[in-house]
Structure formats: structure tokens, C-alpha cells
């Protein structure tokens, strides 16, 4: 049985579909099969992120009404044959997944899967909660900011209260993956620092990423940044925070841009 | 102006750090609140239902949460017309 993560925030633009992008990726990369499933019903974005907008043909909406196949509608990569894609609708309906449906296709998806990463739209209404719904596992995706701090503190709460699991009585493991971190402001107290954050949100770190030219080049170009750059930086955080994920104990560092600044930093441990 | 205000005014992070450790410690405490308050509406209503029968406008259930102590305030109007008990009625 495969596990499924939820990439959330409740803030919009905080970085929530580029982080599902790269954090599927990596897994996919080592041999796992990985499904990403698009949740943003309406606005859909996670296909343009990962370059294969001109191959959807069917989507999430009509796989639930029962118009198309699963296996029609996941697109698999070109460069990693492990990877799949399961793109949102673009109809207007806000009411096309019901709970039913999503947990149905979530339950396929698991039993082929090694992991379901589900791009949450951002908010905190329906489409969210469908989203966040049968997830094993939560990424709250959050910029050292105060609003996108305080939404997540919100969703941490929904994960507490909405989910299948929470509603069991079991734990849902929830992850902060801290996205466009400028540690040099942080520094000079300009920013909250990555101690402010998980200090007021209680939720042990997934990774740091930092703000990153190559994030957006990456997204120009259609390809997860831990595919088309895996060598820069913020790739390089990607690929670690992919890897706690999958359970192993690596130390999250502080990345910067500019090298031979800040290295004292080094050298923090992940919760 | 001096050289202190000039970096006072950079160090923004502590100033945010505390808003949100107010915020949402006030936000955490109500976010439960709602919940309760409908769990308990429900339940009360449940066990009235069973001997006596009254409309859902007619109970009123209300919770103020104060700094050592919190109130729960039930409100239950029963209409004159059906004040018979359904056991003795029955």
C-alpha cells in the first residue's frame, strides 16, 4: 500500500504546486512509483509546472463521473518513466469531486502507487479539505512570512480535525517544508528565521528551500527543478527534504545563494 | 536618528514573531470552541427529544471562556403546547 501525502498551505502562492513538482520528482527518481495528483479543480497548474499541459486528455472529474479510465487519464513522464501525472479539471463546477469519487480513486491510486502526493488548492474550503482528506501524511508548504505562517497554523488544525485519519483517532504526519528562504535576511532580522517558524507552528521540518532564480526557470521551462537542475541549490534542498520523506535522518541545512556566507549556519538537525 | 533606531527598524523579524505567538494562541483557543458548542447542542437536544418534544430554535447553547473559568450557558424554552411530557401523553 502506497502512501499518500498531502502538499498544503493554505496560503495561496506560497509555492505549493512547484514543491509537489519537486518533491514527486525526487521520489520518482529513485525507482518509486509516483503519482501527483492535480486537487486545484478550475485552476489547474501542477500539468504546466511539470511540462505536459498538451497531453492532458481526460483529468480527475472525469474519472470520478466515470467517463474515463484511470489509467487513461494519468499522463506518465517523459523523463522518468515512474512518474505519473493526474491532472484537475478546468470545468467551472466547484461541487465535480465529491468525497465518494476522491476516495475511490485515492484507493486505486494507493494500492499501485508507492506514493500519491495531492496538490492542494490553496484556501481552506471544499476543494482543500477533499485534498488534505485521505492523506497518510501532510507537507505544509510555508514562506517565513506572517500570513502564510498563520494560514498554516490554520490547516494544521483542519489536518487535526478533517482528516480520515484524525477522525480514526490515528496521527497524521505533518511536515514544514519552508520555502523562498533568504537566510541572509533572516540573519539580519529581516525575516523570520526557521526557529521562529517551527517554534510557532510545533511541526518538525521537512527542508528548507531557498529563494531561487532557478525555481522559476524551472517552471518556464515545464520541468520540476529537481529534474532540469539537480545540482543547484534549491533543487539540491528538494531532493533532501524528498528524502526524509521517504524516512532517512539527514541534517537540514541552511542553503544560501551566495557562497561563503553564512556557513556557520550549517549544520541544523531535522526534527 | 540614531545609529540604534536605524537597526532597531531592520529587526522587523522579532516584531512578527510576537503578533503571531499572540495571534495565534487567541486563534487556537476559539478554534475549538465553535465545535464544542455544536457537539453539545446536538446531544442535549438528543436527550430532550427523547421525552420532550421541542423545536431546535427553542434551545440556545452558548459558551464564554474567560482567563480561569469558562460558563456554559443552556437555554431551553419548552412552548406551553407541548410541555406534556411524551410519556405521560403516551
Redesign the interface.
Known amino acids: 500500500m502506497g502512501k499518500v501525502v498531502v502538499v498544503t498551505s493554505g496560503k495561496g502562492g506560497v509555492g505549493k504546486t512547484t514543491s509537489t513538482a519537486a518533491l514527486g520528482a525526487a521520489v520518482a527518481k529513485t525507482g518509486k512509483k509516483v503519482a501527483l495528483v492535480d486537487f486545484d479543480v478550475g485552476l489547474r497548474n501542477l500539468d504546466l509546472i511539470m511540462g505536459a499541459e498538451r497531453r492532458v486528455v481526460f483529468d480527475l472529474v472525469n474519472v470520478i463521473q466515470g467517463t474515463a479510465k484511470l489509467s487513461q487519464a494519468l499522463i506518465r513522464d517523459k523523463r522518468v518513466d515512474t512518474l505519473f501525472l493526474l491532472p484537475a479539471s478546468q470545468t467551472r463546477d466547484k461541487d465535480a469531486l465529491t468525497e465518494e469519487g476522491v476516495g475511490e480513486v485515492i484507493d486505486k491510486l494507493r494500492s499501485v502507487f508507492d506514493y500519491v502526493f495531492c496538490d492542494s488548492p490553496a484556501g481552506i474550503e471544499r476543494g482543500a479539505q477533499l485534498a488534505m482528506r485521505f492523506a497518510d501524511e501532510a507537507v505544509i508548504v510555508t514562506n517565513p512570512?506572517?500570513s502564510s505562517?498563520?494560514d498554516s497554523?490554520?490547516i494544521i488544525?483542519l489536518l487535526d480535525?478533517r482528516t480520515m485519519r484524525a477522525e480514526r483517532g490515528e496521527q497524521i504526519a505533518k511536515h514544514v517544508l519552508v520555502t523562498r528562504y533568504d537566510a541572509a535576511r533572516?540573519a539580519?532580522?529581516?525575516?523570520?528565521?526557521i526557529d521562529?517558524v517551527l517554534e510557532?507552528l510545533s511541526v518538525p521540518l521537512l527542508g528548507i528551500i531557498p529563494e531561487s532564480q532557478d525555481v522559476l526557470r524551472a517552471s518556464n521551462l515545464g520541468a520540476p527543478v529537481t529534474l532540469s537542475e539537480p545540482l543547484n541549490t534549491a533543487a539540491n534542498a528538494y531532493l533532501d527534504a524528498a528524502r526524509r520523506l521517504e524516512g532517512e535522518d539527514l541534517p537540514v541545512v541552511v542553503p544560501f545563494e551566495r557562497k561563503g556566507f553564512l556557513d556557520r549556519l550549517l549544520g541544523r538537525r531535522a526534527a | 536618528m540614531n545609529v540604534f533606531d536605524l537597526f532597531r527598524r531592520r529587526s522587523s523579524a522579532p516584531v512578527a514573531r510576537e503578533r503571531l505567538q499572540v495571534l495565534l494562541a487567541y486563534e487556537r483557543r476559539n478554534r475549538s470552541q465553535p465545535d464544542l458548542v455544536s457537539i453539545l447542542r446536538e446531544e442535549i437536544m438528543a436527550v430532550i427529544a427523547k421525552h420532550v418534544q421541542i423545536d431546535q430554535d427553542y434551545l440556545q447553547v452558548s459558551m464564554d471562556r474567560g482567563e480561569t473559568m469558562s460558563t456554559l450557558e443552556i437555554d431551553i424554552q419548552i412552548p406551553n403546547k407541548s410541555a406534556v411530557p411524551m410519556a405521560i401523553a403516551g
Open positions: 512570512e506572517v505562517v498563520r497554523d490554520r488544525g480535525a533572516a539580519r532580522g529581516e525575516m523570520l528565521s521562529d510557532i
